[in-house]
């Protein structure tokens, strides 16, 4: 069990929807990370937030708007999405951003029509 | 910017036999990690390394940290139908923010 949890597990949504993935990390970490996964190609970061500060942003499209309101908590709002931004989306935490070892979530499968 | 060359990308081995995949790069990394990802599901960790040379075995799987700091290893021995799933490398590097850098990824099929 790795103690972080992401909900929803599936959404289905139009390209003019508003959406919103959340993450929770039980395991006390102070950093979280977004990734998109899409089939065939690497995991890709998305948004790293240490201490509930935005650290990086991998220039992903306006269209993803992260939110880390507290450590535990991190958001994935979505608007306008395209049907390319269809992939399984991943949030990850680790005890801090220099520490190795991350932790992921299962993930929320993400279908855009 | 730094990139993992994971190989094979796929294999197909009856159950019972070992595997052996691989993780290279032209950039030196200060940890190798291997993850387990089943379908539908996100990556777990399966192994941590932290030095060069070094070797460590977690139940029937076994890694190591390449001495030239530049590539890593999973062997699984006897394998079993569970092991089905997608086996991915990463390294943490040296420089910039520690950002995680991930292989392409070996999805492993066993026929039972």
């Known amino acids: 069990e790795t103690g972080v949890t992401q909900t929803p597990r599936h959404l289905v949504m139009g390209m003019t929807n508003k959406k919103s993935l959340k993450c929770e990390q039980h395991l006390g970490h102070n950093a979280m990370y977004w990734y998109k996964q899409s089939a065939k190609k690497p995991l890709e970061l998305m948004f790293v937030y240490n201490f509930k500060e935005q650290t990086e942003n991998n220039s992903v499209p306006s269209r993803f708007s992260p939110e880390c309101p507290n450590s535990s908590h991190l958001f994935l709002h979505l608007h306008t999405l395209q049907p390319e931004d269809s992939a399984l989306y991943l949030c990850a935490s680790s005890q801090e951003t220099a520490q190795e070892t991350q932790y992921f979530g299962p993930g929320t499968r993400l279908l855009v029509l | 910017g730094q990139q993992l060359n994971q190989s094979p990308q796929s294999m197909f081995i009856q159950e019972g036999e070992d595997v052996s995949m691989n993780c290279t790069s032209s950039?030196?990394?200060?940890?190798w990690l291997w993850y387990k990802q089943d379908p539908g599901e996100g990556p777990v960790l399966l192994i941590a390394?932290?030095?060069?040379?070094e070797l460590t075995s977690n139940g029937r799987l076994t890694a190591q940290f390449g001495i030239t700091r530049k590539d890593s290893f999973l062997n699984i021995s006897a394998s079993i139908p569970s092991d089905v799933g997608i086996y991915f490398c990463a390294g943490l590097g040296i420089q910039g923010a520690q950002k995680l850098v991930f292989g392409q990824g070996t999805r492993l099929t066993i026929n039972p």
């Open positions: 390394l932290y030095k060069a040379g």
């Open positions: 950039s030196i990394f200060n940890t």
